[in-house]
């Protein structure tokens, strides 16, 4: 809040930022991934593989957040809906027991409460997560060019090094912050599609495979600007 303040008040310069932590230092990021990446090639038998040293780094980390959404979009967000309908049908069904009706409200509002304050840290921290993994990727090509011979540097387009780092690294972190709902939406839609079936049988199934039918006619519609170009 005071850089805020401060901010309001008159134009900030460079020395009134914040000094970087030192877990966000490309220095400690970067000697991270190279030892990991180091170890890679000598217990790969020839086959490195960048996957695997990203994961040794930041493994737990993005686990443990992959964990959190777990916890939310199979348990708190998928009880959320399930409250909505039990409080509905109590009105519908004019219940003398009201109760049941507050207990179905305070459902509603505690599910809402949890999927607010898990979501939005479990989705800070997996940017976080995709951030640090951005710097050192970025830190381990700028010392591989460095290391470089003048021969072997003199054939590197210097384009293809900004390539790498303003767009592949950028790819990467795109595909890291969606990779979580790769395993999550499977398992998420077979429960809804469970849930569903209970309350209106076998039209839920068709329902859910309709959908699934689009998944690939979407991917087909992304590309179609690409064959155009």
Not at 69 to 84: A, K, S, Y
Not at 110 to 120: A, G, K
Not at 195 to 215: D, S
């Amino acid at each position: 809040m005071p850089i805020f303040v401060k901010g309001a008040k008159e134009t900030l310069e460079a020395k009134d930022l914040y000094r970087t932590l030192k877990e966000h230092k490309s220095d400690t990021l970067g000697n991270k991934l190279c030892a990991s990446w180091n170890r890679e090639l000598k217990y790969c038998n020839g086959k490195p593989k960048l996957l695997r040293a990203l994961i040794r780094v930041f493994g737990w980390q993005f686990g443990f957040l992959g964990l959190a959404l777990f916890l939310m979009e199979l348990g708190v967000t998928t009880l959320q809906p399930m409250f909505l309908l039990k409080l509905i049908s109590y009105y519908v069904n004019d219940s003398e027991v009201f109760e049941k009706g507050y207990y179905y409200a305070v459902g509603l509002i505690l599910s809402s409460f949890f999927t607010m304050i898990i979501l939005h840290p479990a989705n800070f921290g997996i940017h976080h997560c995709c951030f640090k993994m951005r710097v050192a990727l970025t830190s381990m090509i700028y010392r591989k060019a460095l290391r470089l011979s003048k021969r072997a540097l003199g054939d590197t387009l210097s384009g293809h090094v900004v390539n790498l780092i303003s767009n592949d690294i950028a790819r990467l972190d795109n595909c890291a912050f969606h990779g979580h709902y790769l395993w999550l939406a499977p398992l998420q839609t077979l429960l809804i599609t469970f849930l569903m079936y209970r309350e209106i049988g076998i039209a839920a199934v068709f329902g859910v495979a309709f959908m699934l039918l689009l998944v690939p006619l979407s991917c087909i519609w992304a590309r179609s600007p690409q064959w155009c170009d």
